[in-house]
T-cell receptor, first 114, second 117 residues
């Protein structure tokens, strides 16, 4: 069964600083990997996804993530954080079976210092 | 606007009461999912459906039932609510067969905040 670990519960960065959110997954085959963002009181919005091919994927809002098979990781990065990026971020792995269900990590809450 | 609509948005139940949460989508999606979100635990899959008339258990199905009688609707039922079911519930849908391959393009509803006292 697939699983996802996000080791950081909270991260605080200053506006303009770079950001990296960590995600480690467990899956028996090449996974489908995703990052979602959730603003307070809102549903989830897809930032980016990895299915195959180039291991560095670009997403919306200036985010990117890199798939590293050897480390079972899919870390999310942004070179310069804006105050509006403050939100909760979820990494997820998708099942390569007929259910196409997503299993989510526990999330990382990003706080941005002015 | 096209999307996933959840009703109600808020609800307070007493222990032992029953209720049904409704999820409706107008995107012709085949797959629908119910998740619950609890602090520090992310989203956990309760039940899901891969088409009209089908349902399957997810990670945390106990205490919940679901039905998918119409393609556009996915109902989540609590027969006898317990305080442990206090949570925010999210519905999601994906995969329109007429638009081609599956890309996990989940569309989420805005959530239902349920409190059981």
């Amino acid at each position: 069964a697939q699983s996802v670990t996000q080791p950081d519960i909270h991260i605080t960065v200053s506006e303009g600083a770079s950001l990296e959110l960590r995600c480690n997954y467990s899956y028996g085959a090449t996974p489908y990997l995703f990052w979602y963002v959730q603003s307070p009181g809102q549903g989830l919005q897809l930032l980016l996804k990895y299915f195959s091919g180039d291991t560095l994927v670009q997403g919306i809002k200036g985010f990117e993530a890199e798939f590293k098979r050897s480390q079972s990781s899919f870390n999310l990065r942004k070179p310069s954080v804006h105050w509006s990026d403050a939100a909760e971020y979820f990494c997820a792995v998708g099942a390569r079976d007929s259910s196409y269900k997503l299993i989510f990590g526990s999330g990382t809450r990003l706080l941005v210092r002015p | 606007n096209a999307g996933v609509t959840q009703t109600p948005k808020f609800r307070v139940l007493k222990t032992g009461q029953s209720m049904t949460l409704l999820c409706a989508q107008d995107m012709n999606h085949e797959y629908m999912y119910w998740y619950r979100q609890d602090p520090g635990m992310g989203l956990r899959l309760i039940h899901y459906s891969v088409g009209e008339g089908t349902t399957a258990k997810g990670e945390v199905p106990d205490g919940y039932n679901v039905s998918r009688l119409k393609k556009q609707n996915f109902l989540l039922g609590l027969e006898s609510a317990a305080p442990s079911q206090t949570s925010v519930y999210f519905c999601a849908s994906s995969y329109n067969p007429s638009t081609g391959g599956l890309d996990y393009g989940y569309t989420f509803g805005s959530g239902t905040r349920l409190t059981v006292v």
